[in-house]
């Protein structure tokens, strides 16, 4: 069984920073890729980051630039460091992971996901 479980949300101030952790059970070299979503009130589930086994990033346009995902397989975890994060970027972010078909992402276990309160 996949757990996925997310820690490193609250609330910070516009332009502030956060790290998300999500630590999977067991190795994620098992997964082709591992990748953080998020979910505003009233919006559809968006792709924030993705990064391969390979070490292959892909970013949404929205963050490049000010958000970075990384991994470290030795602990089984998954970071988004995120920075000058802005208001509208409050939402819940889950993590995922899945499989890797180049050039696109496909999910298959999830997070519960952390919220992440960006203040004005």
């Known amino acids: 069984q996949v757990q996925l479980v997310e820690s490193g949300g609250g609330l910070v101030q516009a332009s502030g920073t956060l790290r998300l952790s999500c630590a999977a059970s067991?190795?994620?070299?098992?997964?082709?890729?591992m990748g953080w979503y998020r979910q505003a009130p009233g919006k559809q589930r968006e792709l924030v980051a993705y990064i391969t086994n390979g070490g292959r990033t892909n970013y949404a346009d929205s963050v490049k630039g000010r958000f970075t995902i990384s991994r470290d397989n030795v602990k089984n975890t998954v970071y988004l460091q995120m920075n000058s994060l802005q208001p509208e970027e409050t939402a819940v972010y889950y993590c995922?992971?899945?499989?890797?078909?180049?050039?696109?992402?496909?999910?298959?276990?999830w997070g519960q996901g952390t919220q992440v309160t960006v203040s004005s």
């Open positions: 067991g190795s994620i070299f098992r997964f082709d890729a």
């Open positions: 995922s992971a899945g499989n890797y078909r180049r050039p696109a992402y496909y999910p298959n276990y």
